[in-house]
C-alpha cells in the first residue's frame, strides 16, 4: 500500500513527455489495418494468425541510466485471440538495441494500465511499444509518457545478473 501512495505522489509531480502520433509494425502487414483516432491514438485489426505485431507509441527518446518513467494507455479490445504488453525498447548511444522488451508488463483487454519502470545502465534512447500476437481488435487512447522525481519511490534490487539495475512497477486503475 505504501508503494502505490508513493507511486500516485510522484505522479503528481511528474513531467510530460510529449508522444508523437503512433506508429505500427507487423511481421505480416498484409493482415493488419491501423488508423489513428482523434485522441492521438490509434485502432488496430489484426487476423494475422500466430505473429505479432507491433504499436510503437513513442520516437526514440533520449534517456538517462536511473530515470524512472511512467507509461500509461487505456485499451479497449473486443476480439484478443492472444494477449498484450507493454514494454521499452532500448538502446544505446550508437542505436545498438540492448533490449527489445524492458520492463514487459500485460495489459488488460479493457481499462487503463501504467507500467513503472528505471532506465538501465547503458540505455541512452527508449521507444515505448505495445505487443499484440495473432488476431485483434484493439484501440489504444489516452497514452502518456511521463518522466517522474527519483525522490520517494522505491530503490532497485540489487542483483549480480547481467540485467542488473532496472526495476519495474505495475498497477491496473
Known amino acids: 500500500m505504501l508503494a502505490v501512495l508513493l507511486l500516485a505522489s510522484a505522479l503528481t509531480t511528474a513531467e510530460v513527455v510529449p508522444l508523437p502520433q503512433p506508429l505500427v509494425w507487423a511481421r505480416e502487414p498484409s493482415k493488419l489495418s491501423f488508423a489513428e483516432t482523434a485522441n492521438g491514438g490509434c485502432r488496430v485489426e489484426s487476423s494475422a494468425g500466430a505473429e505479432d505485431w507491433v504499436v510503437r507509441c513513442t520516437d526514440r527518446t533520449p534517456v538517462k541510466p536511473g530515470e524512472i518513467y511512467a507509461f500509461s494507455v487505456r485499451v479497449s479490445a473486443e476480439k484478443l485471440e492472444e494477449g498484450l504488453t507493454s514494454s521499452a525498447e532500448l538502446r544505446d548511444e550508437h542505436g545498438v538495441v540492448l533490449d527489445w522488451q524492458h520492463a514487459m508488463k500485460p495489459l488488460p483487454k479493457t481499462g487503463v494500465a501504467v507500467n513503472v519502470f528505471v532506465v538501465p545502465p547503458r540505455a541512452s534512447q527508449m521507444s515505448l511499444r505495445v505487443v499484440g500476437k495473432g488476431a485483434a481488435k484493439a484501440e489504444f487512447s489516452a497514452m502518456?509518457?511521463?518522466?517522474?522525481?527519483?525522490?520517494?519511490?522505491?530503490?532497485?534490487?540489487?542483483?549480480?545478473s547481467r540485467r542488473a539495475g532496472f526495476c519495474s512497477f505495475s498497477a491496473l486503475l
Do not use: H, I
Open 144 to 160: 502518456r509518457l511521463e518522466r517522474l522525481p527519483a525522490a520517494g519511490l522505491p530503490r532497485p534490487p540489487r542483483s549480480r
